[in-house]
């Protein structure tokens, strides 16, 4: 229900200025096509303000639908936000509009279309064009930001000097949207530097990982349940600070709160340049917790624990969440690597087995000789043989690169698991 | 939540905004639409009227309706009217001051 009526909510902002337009501005678009094009133009505009919602780190709302689940929404929403601006085009322009054109209209109408076709192909192919993450975030910002503002102009511009609503409208929609943005880049950051977590220890585990082990300073610490996840913030930049998500490693019961350990692979330049350089009485920025991937406040007999590389560390929270609960539920771990020095906590895993009901599959595509594991990559035939023939109360939990999770998602489904007992946390969206 | 109902949720939610795009076009072609036809004024003001009546039609009339921009041209109070609309051709469209100004006559005369 929830979730429901979040989306209700995203629904009416993209919905209403366009209800408030066709009653206000409807009776002059002289035939259809006309009328489609401004339609179209509305519902663009609001979609592109409304995308800055999606990404604003509403609590409430992660937890609806899961952090990752929002990211992947806000990606196809801005696919859908350029159709209806190329729709918006095709029915009203005669032809390509020129960013240089001598009238303001159209100039608005170039830079908006512009930015909006650069802000989804940079994000379609950042990796190809191979462009850093965290210049790409910045460009990112910048771009929706020109889109918004110049659909704003634009929109305005055709507004009639009595048409005080559709003003106002627009206005608070730019607004909105941008005070949004302010809020997640500067005011909240701010505030949170208030609440900073000095670094206790920055461990090595191998496998190109460290764990960052994180002390409250001054506060109470987080309050979190196993699996979800927080947005580390290393340097104080303000607008430009540079966030990461992390998933949290450790148990809730560590230290009541007050101590974190976030498990952080080198997979770009922050986590294999930054994160190693952190040195013991830093102070970084914590955001969270986030995300609806955990197993709390979800009725299982049994949890399927499903990791590739790095995926594993919310599976270590959960583990050690049910370790300090006494959680006695069977539990099994599937936690595939290349081989085993690239399998992070190994060790610690397999000593939780005399702690929980607990059976570790490691699932190495290849190993050394005579090591004890599974060969090769995952499969339903793989599963089949470590688990139970009903899982129809069993929960799943998998975490890893896309490829694998795509793979579990349908391995899931011919074992006949019920799709809402699978959930998957993605951040290779972009 | 799975990609696959994420990606489900967008493509009908997508398919849904087009089909209401379609509604909002069709429903603004019922509501009631306001005459079109603009009065002829004194000789003095024929040529500006006719070059404005010309100018509305190409460059105005397939979005906005002569009575939309009219109101208020006429009368006593009409002065702030006529300055608010001058400004807003100024910024709207791709006319030059002469052009502007021929429209206003035009939708002055469509006023009374």
Same mark, same amino acid.
């Given at each position: 229900?929830?979730?429901?009526? =979040? ?34 133009? =509305? ?39 350029? $159709? ?27 830079? $908006? ?22 210049? =790409? ?46 809020? !997640? ?42 699996? !979800?996840?927080? =947005? ?30 976030? &498990? ?42 499903? &990791? ?123 | ?112």
């Amino acid at each position: 229900m929830r979730s429901v009526a =979040w989306f209700s909510i995203f629904a009416a902002a993209v919905l209403g200025p366009l209800a408030l337009a066709t009653a206000i501005r409807g009776a002059n678009w002289r035939d259809f096509g006309a009328g489609f094009g401004a339609a179209c133009g =509305w519902i663009a505009f609001a979609l592109f303000a409304a995308e800055f919602g999606l990404v604003t780190r509403v609590r409430a709302a992660a937890a609806a639908f899961g952090s990752d689940a929002l990211l992947l929404f806000h990606r196809a929403m801005a696919f859908v936000a350029l $159709a209806f601006v190329l729709a918006h085009l095709a029915a009203l322009a005669p032809a390509v509009p020129s960013p240089f054109a001598a009238s303001a209209l159209e100039r608005s109408g170039a830079i $908006a279309l512009w930015a909006a076709v650069i802000l989804v192909g940079t994000s379609l192919w950042r990796r190809r064009l191979r462009c850093p993450y965290e210049l =790409w975030l910045v460009a990112h910002r910048a771009l929706a930001v020109t889109v918004v503002v110049a659909m704003a102009w634009h929109v305005w511009m055709l507004i009639a000097p009595g048409e005080t609503v559709l003003k106002v409208l627009v206005a608070a929609c730019a607004a909105l949207a941008l005070g949004a943005l302010l809020t !997640q880049r500067l005011l909240r950051p701010l505030w949170l530097w208030k609440r900073p977590w000095e670094l206790v220890e920055n461990r090595d585990e191998g496998a190109s990982t460290r764990t960052l082990v994180l002390r409250a300073i001054g506060h109470q610490g987080l309050r979190f349940a196993p699996g !979800q996840f927080v =947005w580390i913030g290393t340097r104080r930049q303000g607008l430009f600070a540079q966030e990461h998500p992390i998933s949290i490693a450790s148990s809730p019961k560590l230290d009541g709160g007050r101590t974190l350990e976030l &498990a952080i692979k080198a997979l770009g330049d922050w986590s294999s340049k930054t994160v190693p350089a952190l040195e013991p009485g830093a102070r970084v920025r914590i955001d969270g917790p986030f995300g609806a991937f955990t197993p709390d406040e979800r009725p299982a007999e049994r949890l399927v624990l499903v &990791a590739g590389g790095i995926g594993v560390t919310p599976m270590r929270s959960m583990l050690l969440a049910m370790r300090d609960r006494g959680d006695r539920r069977p539990v099994t771990l599937f936690y595939a690597a290349h081989r085993r020095s690239r399998a992070m906590f190994a060790g610690e895993l397999e000593a939780l087995q005399q702690a929980l009901d607990l059976k570790v599959v490691f699932v190495f595509e290849a190993p050394e000789e005579g090591e004890r594991c599974e060969r090769g990559l995952l499969s339903t035939e793989l599963l089949r043989r470590h688990l139970p023939a009903d899982l129809r109360f069993t929960q799943f939990f998998v975490c890893g690169p896309a490829p694998m999770m795509d793979a579990m998602e349908r391995i899931a489904a011919e074992l006949g698991v019920p799709s809402d007992h699978v959930h998957t946390e993605r951040f290779d969206v972009v | 939540m799975r990609a696959a109902t994420v990606r489900l949720t967008a493509v009908v939610f997508a398919l849904a905004l087009m089909a209401l795009a379609a509604v909002a076009a069709w429903l603004a072609q019922h509501l009631d639409k306001a005459p079109r036809e603009a009065t002829d004024g004194a000789r003095a003001q024929a040529s500006s009227v006719r070059d404005g009546r010309a100018l509305y039609a190409r460059n105005c009339e397939r979005c906005h309706t002569t009575q939309e921009f009219a109101e208020g041209l006429h009368g006593p109070q009409s002065g702030a009217r006529v300055l608010e609309m001058l400004e807003f051709l100024e910024q709207h469209g791709d006319g030059d001051e002469l052009d502007d100004r021929a429209v206003l006559a035009f939708l002055v005369q469509a006023s009374r």
